[in-house]
């Protein structure tokens, strides 16, 4: 929610390289404080590039630009997906095999996490943020191309974070890389188009750093803890959660109460998590 304003006023590209900055900096300091950077191997260090070029560069850059064309609860719906392609790479490609009530659980979050947020306004009007920016298609494309790349990186971090890799650490590697392609990225793109009308205001400014700790800095790392001992399907389906946290955030906002759907989906949510929680 605080990267909203942000990158649609500053571009998918420009907000989120310095976002991942500001995460490089914070990361690697605690990571080196704390001797996290000891536990990474040189057998360790090239599935954490690649979980950070698709996971983090192209995970993130299609997350805010299909954010930015077709706001926060289309984005999110797309985005979700990420849990089911999560177990299914894990069934292929890490032999994962979920038990039947907890795969059960799972479909059951990854539905009611589409339901809340399908369902999730009053069809009273459109909130602003609900408005399309261009082509539908292409944001809904780069919604699901985001949660590909998020499964992805995912599985790609969980045989390191289970033999021992410290978290804070793996995702300082996964956002450097992510980072420094950005940063090229950006610079090929501005040789194309060098005059950048856009500006930074404070406001921009608190909300990108907002977004940077709360949503890279704590959940990211956390979501690295969890790979540790979780299946990467699992993991997966519970962070992919948030969009049910998103919804009183947005009646705050907003001042619109959900529909009876959302709060429907959000139930399913958590019997779906409770299921999973059980049986593990």
């Not at 950077?37 to 805010?64: C, K, R």
């Not at 979780?230 to 969009?243: D, I, N, Q, R």
Request: glycine letters at 12%; aromatic letters at 8%.
């Amino acid at each position: 929610m605080l990267a909203v304003a942000p990158s649609r006023a500053l571009g998918a590209i420009r907000f989120n390289r310095i976002r991942m900055l500001l995460m490089t900096i914070l990361l690697s300091l605690v990571a080196w404080l704390t001797g996290g950077f000891q536990t990474i191997s040189g057998a360790d260090v090239l599935p954490l590039v690649l979980s950070g070029l698709i996971g983090i560069y192209l995970g993130d850059t299609f997350l805010f630009a299909g954010l930015r064309r077709v706001g926060p609860r289309r984005n999110a719906i797309m985005f979700a997906l990420n849990a089911p392609l999560a177990a299914l790479f894990g069934v292929w490609f890490l032999d994962e095999i979920l038990p039947p009530l907890v795969l059960i659980g799972c479909l059951v979050v990854t539905a009611g996490i589409m339901v809340a947020i399908g369902f999730g306004r009053r069809r009273s009007g459109e909130d602003s943020w609900d408005l399309v920016h261009g082509s539908l298609p292409v944001g809904l494309a780069f919604g699901f191309l985001a949660a590909a790349g998020q499964a992805a990186g995912l599985l790609l971090s969980r045989p390191m974070m289970e033999q021992g890799v410290d978290p804070v650490a793996g995702s300082a590697v996964r956002v450097l890389v992510g980072c420094l392609a950005l940063f090229v990225t950006y610079e090929v793109q501005r040789f194309k188009q060098p005059r950048d009308h856009s500006v930074w205001t404070r406001q921009h400014l608190l909300q990108t750093f907002g977004s940077s700790v709360v949503g890279m800095g704590v959940g990211m790392t956390l979501v690295m803890f969890a790979l540790s001992g979780g299946e990467a399907g699992v993991v997966a389906t519970l962070s992919s959660a948030a969009p049910v946290v998103m919804l009183p955030l947005l009646w705050v906002t907003a001042r619109r109460a959900p529909a009876i759907g959302a709060w429907l989906g959000a139930i399913a949510v958590v019997l779906g998590t409770g299921l999973i929680v059980a049986v593990r």
